[in-house]
């Protein structure tokens, strides 16, 4: 399998990017902004790469939302430097050149039909790559979004809305009316599949340089998931990567039109979903509601280095 990531790391986002190198190929991650600045995020996911031992180039993005600037960053789970506040060495490596949304765009082209796209962060980068060339959707194997909170339990500044979409709702409305198919992992199901934190200490444990790398920069998410008295570390990013990665991991889902919210005084970028086809208007997300725990478990070990 071929793997296209757009990213902001992000710890949560750590854990997708791992996971993906463990179980896929993976052609490129596409940097934006979203958890912390773009500088960070693009530091953070060359850190990563390093960590991995993998020579995935990284190409950053757009350095702001499409028109508003964000309402929030998302520092209070990730830290100031999105990656825990742990002081770990910058990576020698360097970014590419290329832009992330023209890097889309190339390596759509060079592999026609083959890449899974999958999308962890803000969706500035991809609306940027669609409004260049509006076919991008027709080379695109498949696309999965983390993203949106299906029956309006967010997590960001209103409370219907996730953070993915709310810190870009514009981009994110030209990303699910352009795509005429994409799998949605929404912060939802997010919070229905939270990873125990007991688990998540033995994997610590009988993991190697991964794990520890892991270890040190989830300790700030792991803090605030714990004193909000979250079901274990909520790891929207890693869940919608485990859906990437293996699809028949997802045990019930319901395909729905989806659209995004510009507008709304309470609720500018709520997902709306049309749970009830009123509208006529064709189906473009598969919302995961429930995926396999223990699939997931195990991909989320492996990605670690020791056995679930
Ligand atoms: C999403 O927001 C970010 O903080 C996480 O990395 C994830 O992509 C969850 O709402
Ligand atoms: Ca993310």
């Known amino acids: 399998m071929l793997l296209l990531i757009d990213t902001d790391p992000g710890v949560d986002d750590a854990l997708a990017i791992l996971m993906a190198h ?3 190929e993976v052609l490129g991650l596409t940097i934006a902004a979203g958890n912390v600045g773009l500088a960070q995020t693009t530091a953070n996911a060359l850190k990563l790469v390093e960590v991995i031992g993998a020579d995935t180039p990284v190409f950053p993005g757009c350095a702001a939302p499409l028109v508003h600037a964000p309402v929030a960053d998302a520092a209070f789970i990730h830290g100031r430097d999105g990656f825990g506040d742990v002081g770990w060495p910058p990576a020698t490596r360097k970014a590419e050149n290329e832009h992330a949304s023209l890097a889309m765009l190339r390596l759509t082209r060079e592999h026609p039909h083959a890449i899974t796209l999958v999308c962890i962060g803000p969706l500035t980068n991809l609306a940027v790559a669609l409004k260049l060339d509006p076919r991008l959707p027709q080379r695109v194997a498949r696309l999965v979004i983390m993203g949106g909170a ?3 339990r967010g997590n960001y500044e209103s409370v219907p809305v996730e953070f993915n979409i709310g810190f870009d709702p514009e981009a994110a409305c030209v990303v699910f009316e352009a795509f005429p198919q994409f799998d949605l992992v929404d912060w939802e199901a997010t919070t229905r599949h939270g990873i125990d934190h007991a688990l998540l200490g033995q994997w610590f444990e009988r993991g190697d340089e991964r794990a520890r790398f892991f270890e040190a920069i989830s300790g700030h998410a792991r803090a605030a998931n714990l004193a909000r008295g979250r079901a274990g570390l909520m790891a929207a990013d890693a869940l919608a990567m485990a859906v990437a990665l293996q699809p028949e991991l997802v045990t019930r889902a319901e395909t729905r039109h989806v659209a995004v919210e510009m507008a709304g ?5 709520a997902t709306v979903v049309d749970w009830n086809g009123m509208l ?9 509601m429930e995926a396999d725990r223990a699939r997931f478990e195990a991909m989320v070990a492996a990605a670690l280095g020791g056995p679930g």
């Not at 005084?265 to 970028?269: F, M, Y």
């Not at 006529?280 to 997300?285: C, L, Q, T």
């Open 22 to 24: 463990a179980h896929a």
């Open 150 to 152: 299906v029956t309006g």
């Open 265 to 269: 005084r309470l609720t500018r970028g």
């Open 280 to 288: 006529g208007r064709p189906a473009n997300a598969r919302i995961v």
